[in-house]
């Protein structure tokens, strides 16, 4: 689709301009659904990547969505929420012809050698081979519609215009009606998300578009052979315990597909890579633990299975720790809180803090994003504890996976004597550092951690106060939070 504000394609200028021209290039017309079965093989055999951006469906539900472009099956997407059907659904559209030609004027998108409404036809017959041609992009071939029970039949089908009719146009006239988003969106593909939402009465009318392709309004029916590729998504417990969809249509579609949720880990990991828009550096072991997060989420007994957890949750954890970071950094801006650090001769030098996020601001992601989670009837107010519960499991657990084996006895030593390390939100990486000092093991820690053999000071924070927190977690280091804030770490536990 093209956004709002952005500028339409234009055609390429050797593109033919007439119908002449168009017939003497060899143009031949194809439906869309032999223009997506085609164009599906030619990618298939160049090797080239056919769903761009969809991540951890290859071996699941891009084979059974390959196979129902192929069959030319309308279909129906079912998952829970935050799956990516509908980033499935939109990408389709890639696999649409770049250009296509049109008649010009044309609100149903006709084809010059496929006319539809009388008039179309009329005026192909009188102009021959001079008919000037016009071109779509792909991008405008593409129709959606959030599913609402306040959805109408004109919304979607179309209605009568009344001033067509005052101007002296008959009621079965094609010409009075004001077409809907479907007829508009024909030769295109067209997605209906929530499909059981639609009232009944909708769906009978989406009934006609897929069988029997004729447009029924106010009375009297329209025989418009219409050509689309109509896709719907919905959620399991609305499709099959609900039974809001009419049995004659859920019949028409061809294909039924279901969605999942990431099966493993690395499958978590890369999503959030790709979707999140981060405004600081999040290094990688805070990101599987925003990824274990969301999975123990998922899994927990505490939430309720039936809504699930969406992908959007860790996603928007990892967006939230990155702004925490950056919010330390600014905070931290001022004379009085810049981070010092030695220069080269041993003068003290003042550096700004770099926004690098740490495990310790993933804690705000408890309260800000329980919004994003349904729990089961039986744990109200207890949502925030669940989540920190889950969160020090996921921190625990990677903790484990990354520096297992690991000798770490410097780090408490370091603190077996009485002594403290304080951190938290607005501690300054220079300061924790200080307070830590040389510490055996910190080298092959940070190496573990994939911090690398030179990392920035805010990366050597990040990974010490990872250490902390899990030495803290498996029971080695003792922790104490401040009426500030701040957290002490120190003493065994």
Do not use: C
Request: glycine fraction near 10%; charged fraction near 25%.
């Amino acid at each position: 689709m093209t956004a709002p504000n952005q500028a339409l394609p234009v055609p390429p200028a050797d593109l033919p301009g007439t119908l002449g021209a168009l017939r003497a290039a060899g143009h031949r017309y194809q439906t869309v659904k032999q223009e997506l079965r085609h164009n599906l093989l030619a990618r298939m055999r160049s090797g080239e990547d056919r769903f761009p951006g969809i991540v951890g469906y290859d071996d699941s539900v891009l084979p059974e969505v390959e196979r129902a472009l192929l069959a030319g099956h309308d279909m129906v997407l079912l998952g829970e929420r935050g799956q990516g059907k509908t980033r499935l659904i939109r990408s389709l559209v890639a696999l649409l012809d770049e250009w296509t030609p049109v008649l010009p004027g044309s609100v149903l998108n006709e084809h010059p050698l496929h006319p539809l409404t009388p008039a179309s036809r009329a005026l192909v017959a009188e102009a021959g081979d001079d008919l000037p041609v016009g071109w779509l992009h792909r991008s405008m071939r593409y129709g959606e519609k959030l599913a609402t029970p306040d959805t109408s039949v004109g919304d979607l089908i179309g209605d009568v215009d009344p001033i067509r009719l005052a101007q002296g146009r008959t009621l079965g006239d094609p010409e009075t009606i004001h077409f809907g988003l479907v007829p508009r969106t024909n030769r295109g593909i067209f997605a209906v998300n929530e499909l059981p939402d639609l009232a009944e009465r909708i769906q009978v009318a989406l009934l006609n578009v897929l069988e029997e392709r004729d447009i029924q309004v106010r009375g009297y029916q329209l025989r418009l052979p219409l050509d689309l590729f109509l896709v719907a998504s919905a959620n399991p417990e609305d499709y099959t315990n609900r039974g809001r969809i009419i049995t004659p249509l859920k019949d028409r579609f061809g294909a039924e597909v279901r969605t999942h949720y990431p099966v493993d880990l690395e499958l978590e990991l890369a999503l959030i890579r790709q979707e999140a828009d981060l405004v600081a550096e999040v290094p990688e072991h805070v990101l599987e633990v925003l990824a274990r997060f969301a999975r123990a989420v998922r899994e927990s007994s505490s939430v309720d299975p039936r809504s699930g957890v969406s992908a959007r949750f860790a996603i928007a954890a990892a967006e939230t720790v990155a702004a925490a970071a950056l919010r330390r950094a600014g905070l931290l801006a001022g004379p009085a809180g810049s981070a010092s650090t030695a220069g080269p001769a041993g003068d003290a030098t003042v550096r700004p803090e770099a926004p690098v996020a740490r495990v310790g601001d993933a804690v705000s992601v408890t309260s800000t994003l329980r919004g994003k989670v349904e729990f089961e009837s039986g744990e109200e107010g207890r949502e925030i504890e669940i989540l920190a519960h889950l969160l020090r499991t996921a921190t625990a657990e990677t903790f484990r996976a990354r520096l297992a084996g690991l000798d770490l006895s410097g780090f408490t030593a370091l603190v077996a004597e009485g002594a403290v390390i304080e951190t938290g939100e607005l501690v300054a990486s220079a300061e924790l550092l200080r307070q830590v000092g040389t510490v055996p093991g910190l080298a092959k820690a940070l190496d573990r951690l994939g911090l690398g053999d030179a990392p920035t000071p805010e990366q050597a924070a990040a990974g010490v106060e990872f250490v902390l927190e899990g030495l803290h977690l498996t029971r080695r280091l003792g922790k104490d939070v401040t009426e500030s804030g701040r957290t002490v770490y120190g003493g065994r536990s």
